[in-house]
């Protein structure tokens, strides 16, 4: 017989693995963070350009 592959809910639903707690990013932040990450990226590629 095969093991049995029970898919309950989590209870590290918030959780990454191995990624240390000063680096996670709350579910609510992505957007600020990406929109930051993409400013910043968008910075460094036009003072390059010059």
């Keep these: ?9 989590s209870k590290n639903k918030d959780t990454l693995p191995q990624t240390p707690k000063n680096q996670k990013i709350k579910p ?15 910075q460094n590629t036009s003072k390059k350009k010059r």
């Design 28 to 42: 609510n932040n992505v957007q600020e963070e990406f929109a930051a990450e993409f400013a910043e990226l968008k």
């Design 1 to 9: 017989m095969g093991r049995d592959n029970k898919q309950g809910k």
